[in-house]
């Protein structure tokens, strides 16, 4: 009977923990930035560094998972190595809970794209191009870049009108 009942509790136990283990991991508020801001984070997030927004600087930034590839645009000559954070990893660093993401550049220019185009080979918050800090002429200081050369769906009009430079704000919405 002893045997049974210890079998009993180590298989509820190994339950509980798979379900812990299974459970959504929140992001927690992060540090506040120390140098310029160059990208906020605001709307249904559940991590910020002060008033319900997420203020990243260039170290912030570079702190978060970083990703890079190679491609061509229709905007540049050849190709360059991009890097930065996948729109995928921020929204998850920030537990955005939503159906679209609100990108604006520091003109004002906005796009509206569904959250669920943020995929794991899909957009890339750039800051690099070719390791080198992106300036505003060279549309930095964040430019939203897909991997084009490599994915056939993102040579459209659709992705070009969303690969937006010069982004400074992001809102997650319902």
Same mark, same amino acid.
């Given at each position: 009977? /002893?045997?049974? +009942?210890?079998?009993?509790?180590?298989?509820?136990?190994?339950?509980?923990? &798979?379900? #812990?283990? $299974? %459970?959504?991991?929140?992001?927690?508020?992060?540090?506040?930035?120390?140098?310029?801001?160059?990208?906020?984070? /605001?709307?249904? +997030?559940?991590?910020?560094?002060?008033?319900?927004?997420?203020?990243?600087? &260039?170290? #912030?930034? $570079? %702190?978060?998972?970083?990703?890079?590839?190679?491609?061509?645009?229709?905007?540049?000559?050849?190709?360059?190595?991009?890097?930065?954070?996948?729109?995928?990893?921020?929204?998850?660093?920030?537990?955005?809970?939503?159906?679209?993401?609100?990108?604006?550049?520091?003109?004002?220019?906005?796009?509206?794209?569904?959250?669920?185009?943020?995929?794991?080979?899909?957009?890339?918050?750039?800051?690099?191009?070719?390791?080198?800090?992106?300036?505003?002429?060279?549309?930095?200081?964040?430019?939203?870049?897909?991997?084009?050369?490599?994915?056939?769906?993102?040579?459209?009009?659709?992705?070009?009108?969303?690969?937006?430079?010069?982004?400074?704000?992001?809102?997650?919405?319902?």
């Amino acid at each position: 009977m /002893s045997v049974s +009942i210890l079998r009993q509790s180590l298989l509820g136990a190994n339950f509980a923990l &798979a379900a #812990l283990c $299974a %459970a959504p991991v929140f992001a927690q508020d992060m540090a506040a930035p120390t140098g310029d801001v160059i990208l906020t984070v /605001s709307g249904n +997030i559940a991590s910020s560094n002060g008033n319900d927004v997420l203020a990243l600087d &260039a170290e #912030l930034f $570079a %702190a978060l998972p970083q990703h890079s590839f190679t491609t061509g645009t229709i905007w540049t000559k050849g190709t360059a190595t991009y890097t930065g954070v996948l729109l995928r990893d921020l929204l998850a660093a920030v537990g955005a809970k939503g159906d679209t993401v609100m990108l604006t550049a520091l003109n004002d220019y906005l796009i509206e794209m569904p959250a669920s185009d943020a995929l794991e080979n899909g957009p890339l918050l750039a800051n690099l191009s070719d390791g080198q800090p992106m300036s505003l002429r060279d549309k930095g200081p964040i430019w939203l870049v897909y991997p084009y050369d490599d994915v056939a769906e993102y040579r459209s009009e659709q992705t070009y009108a969303r690969s937006i430079w010069q982004l400074n704000r992001i809102e997650v919405a319902d």
